[in-house]
């Protein structure tokens, strides 16, 4: 009994540190034609922590159901959301992570790395989707989104 007892203890306090913490951090719906659900989340295990932006869109008449889910870690979210709260009207930022355009109050974001997860098929010959996760902000929500995150930055760097 007792030779099983420390394997167990071993095994269930290896367990128990290595669980990951998912906390939602926002979550928007977008106002476009394609009008998507974009939720950001934090997540972190007892070594280290990074984010992530899920999305997904409605299926419609014009559009099928998509699913987007990328991650990050804290200094490329920390990047993101710098350029997101710095980006003048009528620019245009692009690096290897994202792609940001603001024009007619409105920003475009483009994540260069994500691909449709949904694994359904489209067109006639029947490929695979390989959206990319694009939506639109409007100027009254970038606002909101950059306060947000920006406060959800700073909680984490005061944790440090």
């Not at 009008?35 to 922590?49: G, R, V, Y």
């Not at 620019?91 to 692009?94: G, H, N, V």
């Not at 950059?146 to 959800?152: E, K």
């Given at each position: 009994?007792?030779?099983?007892?420390?394997p167990l203890?071993?095994?269930?306090?290896?367990?128990?540190?290595?669980?990951?913490?998912t906390?939602?951090?926002?979550?928007i719906?977008?106002?476009?034609?394609?009008?998507?659900?974009?939720?950001?989340?934090?997540?972190?295990?007892?070594?280290?922590?990074y984010?992530?932006?899920?999305?997904?869109?409605?299926?419609?008449?014009?559009?099928?159901?998509?699913k987007?889910?990328?991650?990050?870690?804290?200094?490329?979210?920390?990047?993101?959301v710098?350029e997101?709260?710095?980006?003048?009207?009528g620019?245009?930022?692009?690096c290897?992570?994202?792609?940001?355009?603001?024009?007619?109050?409105?920003?475009?974001?483009?994540?260069?790395?994500?691909?449709c997860t949904?694994?359904?098929r489209?067109?006639?010959?029947?490929?695979?989707?390989?959206?990319?996760?694009?939506?639109?902000l409007?100027?009254?929500?970038?606002?909101?989104v950059?306060?947000?995150?920006?406060?959800?930055i700073?909680?984490?760097?005061a944790?440090?």
């Open positions: 009994m007792k030779s099983l007892l420390l203890a071993i095994f269930s306090s290896v367990v128990l540190f290595a669980q990951e913490v906390k939602d951090i926002l979550s719906n977008t106002r476009e034609k394609n009008a998507k659900t974009i939720l950001f989340e934090s997540q972190t295990t007892n070594q280290d922590s984010y992530t932006i899920k999305a997904r869109n409605e299926t419609s008449k014009d559009f099928s159901k998509c987007w889910s990328s991650r990050f870690s804290e200094n490329e979210f920390k990047y993101f710098d997101l709260t710095n980006i003048e009207l620019s245009t930022f692009e290897s992570l994202f792609k940001l355009r603001y024009k007619n109050e409105k920003i475009n974001i483009k994540f260069n790395n994500t691909k949904s694994e359904h489209t067109f006639y010959f029947q490929e695979s989707c390989n959206r990319s996760l694009t939506f639109v409007y100027k009254n929500q970038l606002e909101s950059n306060t947000r995150l920006n406060n959800v700073d909680e984490q760097l944790k440090k």
